[in-house]
């Protein structure tokens, strides 16, 4: 299987002629969604989901299906039994892949600021994405989506995040908003530099690819 980063948050994992795309949101260029045989969704904000673009999708391809939380999968009334609704504990297959749903609930960006739904996929027991979460899996994770930065995180909480979740390796993804001088900075925290976690950390360009 062959991980594929499109961008912020968006990955794609494919295996032969089958394609699974996960979060295309707002800063996802188009060529992600190129060739898509199922969509897996986080939750609802717009760097993971824009609701025309995925509407439009599913609608010039009847072939296409989407599981997602309920939150979403409102945004989506009209187009039935395509989009599934899924939660913490499902386990089902999308495009071929096997894929289990971990956690609930969006991380707290602020007391104020209501709290989303959110749930994590772990597809094929190999490549788990949390999401804007830092759900731990109660099952081995080879490669962990490390959500690098965020509104709603702090450097130190994913350092212990990647303690808790013993990743074989973490791989970033959701580090749009960062310049060349924070990216430098988080792989050294993460890394060589900072206190020291087990999981060995990588980011990938994006239109970079590895296998998993």
């Not at 999708?57 to 309920?70: C, G, I, K, R, Y």
């Not at 099952?139 to 930065?149: D, F, I, R």
């Not at 808790?164 to 908003?177: C, F, I, K, N, P």
Request: glycine residues 10%; aromatic residues 6%.
């Amino acid at each position: 299987m062959q991980l594929t980063k499109h961008g912020h948050a968006c990955v794609v994992l494919s295996d032969g002629d089958r394609r699974l795309v996960v979060d295309p949101g707002a800063f996802t260029a188009d060529d992600a969604w190129a060739g898509a045989t199922a969509l897996l969704v986080t939750h609802e904000h717009v760097d993971h989901f824009v609701p025309d673009k995925v509407r439009a999708a599913l609608f010039a391809d009847p072939a296409l299906e989407l599981w997602t939380n309920s939150s979403v999968a409102e945004q989506l009334a009209g187009l039935g039994s395509r989009v599934h609704v899924v939660g913490d504990g499902d386990r089902f297959t999308a495009a071929g892949f096997d894929v289990t749903v971990h956690g609930e609930w969006h991380a707290v960006i602020h007391p104020e600021i209501p709290r989303v739904r959110n749930v994590g996929f772990l597809v094929e027991g190999r490549v788990f994405h949390p999401g804007d979460a830092l759900t731990v899996p109660d099952v081995a994770v080879p490669t962990l989506l490390l959500p690098a930065h965020a509104p709603w995180s702090k450097t130190g909480e994913l350092i212990d995040y990647l303690r808790a979740v013993e990743a074989q390796r973490a791989v970033a993804v959701h580090d749009g908003l960062l310049n060349d001088t924070g990216l430098t900075l988080l792989r050294g925290l993460f890394g060589e530099r900072g206190p020291g976690q087990p999981t060995p950390y990588a980011r990938l360009a994006p239109g970079e690819s590895i296998d998993v």
